[in-house]
């Protein structure tokens, strides 16, 4: 690269992304692209330019990159999950990854069930103009909603436990969480213990990741010969309440299990406190299994077995495709899922 002049002394007028260029001898492109922190520029290339614009003191001018991408400079994320902790881990995953860029999030939960749906949607996102949205399940799955975002050609990433190779005039892709994975360790760990008296607190019908999670549990379970008792099949709705409602329900079974595995870690940590009721020791009385391993999971007397899904990575890779959009057109991103044993899993007492 080649400078023509060294600083700007004295001068009054304001630095712009053409000195820049100009200093470093490339296009108001590549400069453009090292402001937005894109992976397609070299090294060696994005280190000068970087060098350059703190010399000589250039800051982008966030309403003229707005104007002239005709959006704002905010990154949507759109959810309607009763998972506060899953929520939290999404939102901090997607600022580490904003934070120090000029990208703001801005965060928008609504009613998936609601008439409005749509057209509180359509509201927010005609209002806010978000460079890009990141879509959580289940809403991640709503044909309708991403007809939306194809119509006012909105980029988009959905997070999601099922591949669907999503395509639209809108860019989308997809973060895909490989529950199945991890659900099978753990469903093959239970049955490898011994037990056979296997409760399962499941979520959401309308949820992918619910058919999907049983379907990993049942496959693990299946290698040891064993299947979810049929009168000890329970249905939550992945909050605390349902399942600590779930397993009140299985405790009042004539012939209670010796092990519940619960479809997240918010229905497990309801289970814990059914149990304490029911003066059950966990794990001497009931081996207890979750999914998430939310921070609650290591919190836990004794700590929680569960399947490790790292949902703050996720949103990280997926506000990373967002504002580096050179990666738009790659395939979806794969994430697996992992068995993590604690201190609520053992094998039944003799008599069970």
């Given amino acids: 690269m080649t400078e023509t002049i060294e600083?700007?002394?004295?001068?009054?007028k304001k630095v712009t992304i053409n000195d820049v260029a100009r200093l470093a001898g490339v296009s108001k492109k590549t400069v453009s692209r090292v402001i937005n922190?894109?992976?397609?520029?070299?090294?060696?290339?994005r280190d000068e330019i970087t060098e350059i614009i703190t010399r000589i003191g250039f800051h982008p001018d966030p309403q003229a990159r707005g104007l002239a991408f005709r959006r704002a400079f905010l990154i949507g994320l759109i959810y309607d999950n009763p998972n506060a902790q899953y929520i939290v881990n999404m939102q901090m995953g997607a600022l580490d990854r904003l934070r120090g860029s000029g990208i703001e999030l801005v965060?928008?939960?609504?009613?998936?069930?609601?008439?409005?749906?749509?057209?509180?949607?359509?509201?927010?996102?005609?209002?806010?103009?978000?460079?890009?949205?990141?879509?959580?399940p289940p809403v991640a799955e709503d044909r309708r909603l991403l007809d939306l975002l194809d119509e006012l050609n909105v980029p988009r990433i959905r997070v999601t436990a099922r591949a669907t190779g999503d395509t639209g005039s809108a860019i989308g892709r997809e973060i895909v969480s490989r529950d199945d994975i991890g659900c099978a360790e753990a469903g093959a760990h239970v049955a490898a213990l011994g037990h056979r008296r296997i409760g399962y607190i499941g979520g959401k019908r309308d949820y992918p990741s619910a058919h999907v999670r049983r379907q990993g549990f049942e496959a693990g379970l299946a290698t040891h010969g064993a299947v979810i008792a049929p009168d000890l099949d329970e249905r939550g709705d992945y909050s605390f309440d349902s399942g600590y409602a779930a397993a009140r329900r299985l405790f009042a079974r004539p012939n209670r299990p010796t092990a519940i595995i619960c479809a997240n870690d918010e229905m497990a940590a309801g289970a814990y406190k059914a149990a304490f009721e029911a003066g059950l020791r966990i794990p001497g009385d009931l081996t207890l299994i979750g999914f998430d391993d939310a921070p609650i999971a290591d919190r836990l007397s004794p700590p929680l077995t569960t399947v490790r899904l790292p949902t703050r990575e996720m949103a990280r890779m997926a506000a990373d495709r967002l504002i580096s959009t050179d990666l738009l057109d790659d395939a979806p991103l794969v994430v697996d899922s992992v068995l993590v044993v604690r201190g609520s899993s053992s094998a039944p007492k003799s008599g069970f």
């Avoid at 600083?7 to 009054?12: A, D, I, M």
């Avoid at 922190?37 to 290339?45: F, G, Y």
């Avoid at 998936?112 to 749906?117: L, R």
């Fill in 107 to 136: 965060v928008h939960p609504c009613d998936w069930h609601s008439e409005a749906f749509i057209s509180s949607l359509r509201e927010f996102l005609e209002n806010q103009r978000p460079s890009g949205v990141i879509i959580l």
């Fill in 7 to 12: 600083t700007f002394p004295g001068r009054r």
């Fill in 37 to 45: 922190k894109s992976a397609s520029v070299h090294p060696r290339t």
